[in-house]
């Protein structure tokens, strides 16, 4: 069998998780060595205790994942790990990214532009049309919208997406063969053709409440910004606001009126200062720099003529190459340095005239 067809079975596994797996395949080699590694060898890896040692040995997780493998080959259906070219290199940065996800679309998961938009699920008629709006105004910047296909915000954000030729992703809770939920199903079809849906969950998996909590982080974590357009004060769209504010990317929240419980969780966000305040899409790009940068781009190259070392070289080289700014946490993963290391080579780079920190603590070329 081949590795992809032990990657799998290891994801069935009781009890083993995203940092199990990345962790128990890091220590045996491979997840084929997992398998084939004795309880005592199983048992000496960090947080890997009996009781794992016997799920992994003797649960029945290899003939479930011949079927699985049979889907995703009928089905097309990309399966990307965790260290592949094409895996998200922001989610990436999470220490708990899914060690495998399983993916049918056309949409890039590395575009230079994603943007996540999460709400309530009973959004009033001013919540619709400020998310239509936003979803419309998005349509000069390229941008890839991501969102949780959940009734209310999520599923206007698709549409409207879909509607305006926006490439839109949905990040799923269940497999790929459980569209969750059903009344989204015919969307959900259309999104594959211009955007996708994602999950990392296998196919068969069922609606659990436990694992739509999990997939926010995914839809916080993919993006370089999530919007909150109408919220209550606890929720899931509080939970991927609060899980992008802590894993260093950009919140916007759109103000709502005061004592209305459908705008208090955005209402919260901007007073605690964990969202900035937008109305619009255009608010947005002002604050992430993306209106200027095709206007700084020429500008640069005037200052290649400067001596530069082989690792400023390096950042300069690949922030030529990006369509927009670059957070250092994914210059660093792109370039393979220390985040440290980009952070003195960046102030030097400042210095002499060549790199500029723009809004959101993002780097461009000046």
Request: hydrophobic letters at 40%; glycine letters at 8%.
């Amino acid at each position: 069998m081949s590795e992809l067809f032990y990657r799998i079975a290891l994801t069935k596994v009781p009890k083993v998780g995203a940092v199990h797996s990345k962790n128990l395949i890091a220590h045996c080699g491979s997840a084929e060595a997992v398998f084939k590694s004795s309880k005592v060898s199983l048992m000496r890896i960090n947080g890997i205790g009996e009781g794992i040692a016997d799920y992994i040995l003797t649960s029945d997780v290899l003939k479930w994942a011949e079927k699985e493998l049979d889907f995703i080959v009928k089905n097309q259906v990309r399966v990307i790990y965790h260290t592949d070219p094409g895996y998200p290199r922001r989610l990436s940065n999470l220490a708990d990214c899914p060690m495998l996800l399983y993916y049918k679309g056309t949409a890039d998961l590395n575009a230079p532009r994603i943007v996540s938009i999460v709400g309530t699920r009973k959004p009033s008629p001013y919540g619709v049309r400020t998310c239509e709006s936003i979803v419309e105004g998005f349509i000069p910047y390229n941008v890839l919208i991501v969102s949780g296909l959940a009734y209310g915000i999520d599923s206007f954000a698709h549409r409207k997406s879909l509607l305006s030729g926006i490439p839109t992703v949905g990040v799923m809770g269940t497999g790929l063969q459980r569209i969750y939920p059903t009344e989204h199903r015919e969307w959900a079809l259309k999104m594959i053709e211009n955007g996708g849906l994602l999950t990392e969950y296998p196919s068969d998996q069922d609606p659990e409440q436990k694992h739509f909590p999990m997939r926010n982080r995914i839809i916080a974590g993919i993006a370089d910004a999530t919007i909150v357009i109408e919220t209550a004060e606890r929720g899931g769209s509080i939970i991927t606001a609060n899980m992008a504010f802590e894993c260093n990317r950009d919140v916007f929240a759109v103000p709502g009126r005061v004592g209305d419980a459908q705008s208090k969780g955005c209402n919260n966000l901007l007073k605690k200062r964990k969202a900035t305040l937008i109305e619009s899409s255009e608010d947005l790009a002002h604050h992430l720099g993306w209106a200027d940068l095709d206007a700084q781009k020429p500008a640069a190259q005037k200052q290649l003529f400067v001596e530069l070392s082989d690792n400023e070289q390096i950042i300069v080289n690949f922030l030529k190459k990006s369509e927009t700014s670059t957070p250092i946490d994914t210059l660093s993963l792109a370039v393979q340095m220390h985040p440290s290391q980009i952070a003195s080579l960046l102030l030097s780079l400042e210095f002499k005239g060549i790199v500029q920190v723009l809004p959101g603590k993002r780097y461009g070329l000046v």
